[in-house]
């Protein structure tokens, strides 16, 4: 589908009888529309609509002007502003948003502020972003959720606000926690959504086994996967006697946490762990079982897998990988919004930044190993890879995805080896040079691609 949206900045008028009768709207708009004075339409912001009378006026370019008690209706603590807009001949009605709901979990601190954690300044960032190219934004979580309406809080003059919304057009799901995926409360919340048909991206983290299997579905992939497997006695024994090094990971981990290292050295097996406590030591065992004894200890019962340990480059001594960030566009395609290279943290043998690893330019980072040539093509097919891997997920897997983190080694060699996907990318790691970056912008433009094609159903 085809969106052509026009730019309007909506402005609130007086009280007397007569303006009330009427939405004045800019006469080159209503030309646009084709809609003719004294018209009756249906007017629609989020999940809120009245009929109205439109009315042609000399305004601002894009102006529309709303009564007071009109605008009231629709439930926004801040109507006025700018916007994006459509009319549908086929249902008389002028559609006007995005309204934009960020779904997090979060807390309140002593000073009634939300705190959101690791998104709160990608949160700002989004505000502004949609506040420049239209559309109203706010953040709720699950306990401010129902069917007729949502608590949450808008961001106005540096503070974020409560305030009460209507149910908005797209939600962004940014859910820090993965048991709370799993809870009763997510799941009416789920359902519920689904049966008002708000779109909902992303909506779940993406278990790292359910994605290595959907990726070995094609063939062109399996060059770049390490070998995996579900942790088993079996597995471990039959992969650590096979492979020099390999890595004991959650299903359902992220952000470098409780990911296992195990080394061969002279038939001598060496366990490390990525839990800060443990950073600085080895647990030596003489035999793969002896491993195996030790590591179900620590996994208790929880599912993990078992990966291929590949020798990649390193920077300085320090682990080294690559997170590709890929986002859909507005014509449904993928494309890479950020690429860093990112080092690992002293004693550290992940690198992700939540571990204290920190980020590089990737043509820098990669030049130190290889010729510059090189190293630009090696950025190139890292690129192309992401797109793949994108594109292969969010068409096999559930649900809408419309960004991920893909996170790449390189070995001596330059050959890319996957290392897993994230559905929920860390905001931290991208370069600040500029004040909405691009996978914001990226974010913005699909929300408002899905928030329009369901309005105009």
Known sequence: MVLSLTSVTIVETGHTPEEEAYVKICRKVLRKWNLKSNSVIQFKIGSCSSEVLVQSADLIPGGIQIPKKLLETFTLPEPDGRYLAKYTAKNNTILVGPVIGLLTDFEINENKEPNFRSIHAFCEELHHGIAETGGFFYVFSLQGFSETGIQGYYHKDGKWIAGNFPLPDVIYNRIHSRKLEYHKIFLSFYKCINSLKIPFFNDRFLPKWEVYNLLLQEDFIHPYLPETKIFSNEN???MISQHDTVFVKPVHGSQGRRILKISKEDEIFNIQSS?????????????????????????????????QGISLTSFHSRTMDFRVLCHKN???????????ARISGEKQFVSNIARGGEIMKPLAALSHIFPRDTAREIISLMKELSIEIAGILSSKSAGLTGELGVDIGVDKAGNLWLI???????????????????????????????????LSE
């Open 275 to 307: 839990l800060t406590s443990m950073t600085d030591k080895f647990i030596k065992k003489e035999s793969p079982e002896a491993v195996y004894d030790h590591l179900k200890q620590i996994i208790n019962n929880k599912i993990y897998i078992v990966q």
């Open 236 to 238: 471990l024994v039959n």
């Open 420 to 454: 897993e996907v994230n559905s929920k990318p860390s905001k931290n790691f991208e370069e600040p040079e500029k004040k909405i970056r691009p996978s914001a912008r990226s974010i913005i433009k699909y929300c408002t691609k899905l928030a329009f094609e369901a």
């Open 330 to 340: 507005f014509q449904e395609l993928w494309e890479v919004t950020s690429l860093v």
